[in-house]
T-cell receptor
């Protein structure tokens, strides 16, 4: 069975600090996809990134970066120089090939304090 | 996620009433998914539909819940005889169907059901 674990329930940092959100996943599939979504206080889900299991290159998008390590089944997300607008709940998710349904982690509530 | 329209955004029902949640997928998308988010939890898959077909309803409670995606019109998630435990945010997501196996879903803003 597939499973996504986000061990950090809540994180609170001061603005401009770097923060890393952890995501560990379990799957028996050799082909799968990993995602991060942001859920701001307004409630909608904002897609951040999709990564397939064959691409272990780290990715950087502005202040966001992702570290995918198959050896540890982790797909961690780092925000550099955090801002108050980054405050949200962040979800990591997993889907296997041939199925579109996502398995979500419990989410990490990130609070950036001014 | 622009383009997936859900309504109502907020719905209040008393126990025993029916709730109907509607989802219009992005233009050109023929695959619709419904997810439920209980308070302080992650999203859980409920059902996957294509036009006029239920493909996977493994996450749907066996009783009181039903979903459809007719040839014309929005997808409907229907909850009969609601109970307090049905209070949650219900998210719809769509994909084109041509991006199969990628799981690139576009989510709506959710419908928040409160059962009194």
């Amino acid at each position: 069975a597939q499973k996504v674990t986000q061990a950090q329930t809540e994180i609170s940092v001061v603005e401009k600090e770097d923060v890393t959100l952890d995501c560990v996943y379990e799957t028996r599939d050799t082909t799968y996809y990993l995602f991060w979504y942001k859920q701001p206080p307004s409630g909608e889900l904002v897609f951040l990134i999709r990564r397939n299991s064959f691409d272990e290159q780290n990715e950087i998008s502005g202040r966001y970066s992702w570290n995918f390590q198959k050896s540890t089944s982790s797909f961690n997300f780092t925000i550099t120089a955090s801002q108050v607008v980054d405050s949200a709940v962040y979800f990591c998710a997993l889907s296997d090939q041939g199925a579109q349904k996502l398995v979500f982690g419990q989410g990490t509530r990130l609070t950036i304090n001014p | 996620n622009a383009g997936v329209m859900q309504n109502p955004r907020h719905l209040v029902r008393r126990r025993g009433q029916e709730a109907r949640l509607r989802c219009s997928p992005m233009k050109g998308h023929s695959h619709v998914y419904w997810y439920r988010q209980l308070p302080e939890e992650g999203l859980k898959f409920m059902v996957y539909l294509q036009k006029e077909n239920i493909i996977d309803e493994s996450g749907m409670p066996k009783e009181r819940f039903s979903a459809e995606f007719p040839k014309e019109g929005p997808s409907i998630l229907r909850i009969q005889q609601v109970v307090r435990g049905d209070s949650a945010a219900y998210f719809c997501a769509s994909e084109s169907g041509t991006s199969a196996n990628t799981g690139e879903l576009f989510f709506g803003e959710g419908s928040r059901l409160t059962v009194l």
